[in-house]
């Protein structure tokens, strides 16, 4: 089922930037292109560090 879903997901920001009529419209781009990857990182890391710091999982 992914598979048939993951071509239609893909973004070519290369694309989007060469056909953007201003500045203003080529930083609104890079912003919703990259922020939600590094949200989701954020994320990770922020479950990864409370996991780490749990003292109730040491033996």
Not at 23 to 35: A, F, M, P, R
Not at 45 to 57: G, I, M, P
């Amino acid at each position: 089922m992914l598979n048939l879903i993951l071509p239609f997901l893909q973004i070519d920001v290369n694309e989007k930037l060469k056909n953007a009529p201003d500045d203003s419209y080529q930083i609104g781009i890079i912003i919703g292109t990259y922020l939600p990857v590094i949200l989701l990182l954020g994320i990770a890391w922020f479950v990864y560090w409370r996991a780490k710091k749990r003292k109730d999982l040491e033996d």
